[in-house]
């Protein structure tokens, strides 16, 4: 079968068919998804990856816990060679889980993101090499996204690309009083989450998404639990599909003035329309509780920086 072909298949897993009946909308999106979601990549997402001055990655721990990281280079630190592969030149930041997951066929998930333009591409594959330079993706699944709830920002590097030490590395049980700041005025979160490597319908490992809205979009309720509003989307319900059949997750929280990256493990808890808890929300469709188990400070890890230019013309419509 020609690999560039439409897909006949059903691209969607139990998790993800799950959310879509519970909303009435499955059969429309089979054919939606066969046209959307490929296992290559179209050239237009070949060549976006390869401008991109970092990725967002999702892996799962030896525990099982999905983190959401950040993979840093020049552009052209990531190459498509063909419509099937992905070669890094990069290696994750000094004690980011990623590094322990990064191993010969690992599942993980990638989020090319383009913060100035707002255009944002996802890509799943299995890793086929790691050296001592970076690693190869073997591509499984491929799908554009919309540029919904993207803020905008100008990106500059501070210092050389490749380095990416952080300069403190802090433990966390639980949200600190640093750590509820950051996460009080955070306009952007990426999550990560993973499909059971025993479920065979659709299993793809590793996931990783971006969430956006207006500055404190993120409710936090207590030291240990967060409240995260779902605004409307493509209806793919990757992230919550995922969670239907693994309720593990990671987020990352990205200080795009400091470099300073906010790494939480836990737990979630979808919460349907009609909650009480909603109706903090403005325009919210529905949420998840995340529940900390385990987190990570890197202070200054990231060589780069963003300069904020203006709110996606979505984010001024959603709650606080």
């Known amino acids: 079968m020609d690999t560039l072909s ?17 909303l009435g909308i499955a059969e429309r999106m089979r054919g939606i998804g066969q046209r959307a979601i490929r296992t290559w990549m179209p050239e237009q997402h070949q060549r976006f990856f390869e401008q991109l001055p970092f990725m967002l990655a999702g892996s799962v721990d030896g525990q099982g816990r999905p983190w959401a ?26 004690g980011d889980p990623l590094a322990q997951a990064l191993v010969p066929d690992a599942r993980l998930g990638f989020l090319g993101i383009e913060l100035h333009t707002r255009r944002r591409n996802r890509v799943n594959g299995r890793v086929t090499r790691v050296g001592e330079h ?6 499984e699944q491929s799908t554009g996204n919309c540029p919904r709830y993207i803020q905008g920002r100008e990106f500059e590097w501070v210092r050389d690309a490749s380095d990416v030490r952080p300069r403190g ?6 949200l600190d009083g640093e750590a509820r700041a950051a996460v009080a005025r955070a306009d952007t ?28 979009f993120v ?24 969670m ?15 470099g300073e990256l906010l790494s939480l493990t836990g737990t ?3 919460v349907w329309d009609g909650a009480a808890e909603l109706r903090a929300f403005n325009g919210a469709e529905r949420a998840w509780r995340f529940r900390i188990e385990s987190g990570l400070r890197l202070r200054d890890a990231l060589p780069l920086r963003w300069r904020f230019r203006d709110w996606s013309p979505n984010s001024p419509i959603t709650g606080t």
């Open 69 to 94: 990281s950040v993979l840093v280079g020049q552009p052209g630190f990531v190459q498509a060679p063909d419509a099937l592969r992905l070669e890094f030149s990069a290696q994750p930041i000094e």
């Open 134 to 139: 970076g690693f190869s993706l073997c591509v």
């Open 244 to 258: 239907q059949l693994n309720p593990r997750a990671g987020v990352l929280f990205i200080d795009f003035d400091t």
């Open 219 to 242: 409710k936090i309720e207590d030291e240990h639990t967060l409240l995260v509003p779902d605004y409307a989307g493509n209806h793919f319900f990757m992230t919550l599909g995922n």
């Open 268 to 270: 979630t808890e979808v």
């Open 6 to 22: 439409p897909r006949q298949d059903n691209p969607f897993h139990a998790g993800e068919r799950s959310v879509q009946e519970r």
């Open 189 to 216: 979160l990426f999550v990560a989450t993973a499909v059971p490597q025993q479920d065979g319908d659709g299993d793809r490992g590793a996931d990783v998404s971006h969430r956006g809205g207006r500055a404190g």
């Open 169 to 174: 590395i802090d433990a966390l049980a639980s």
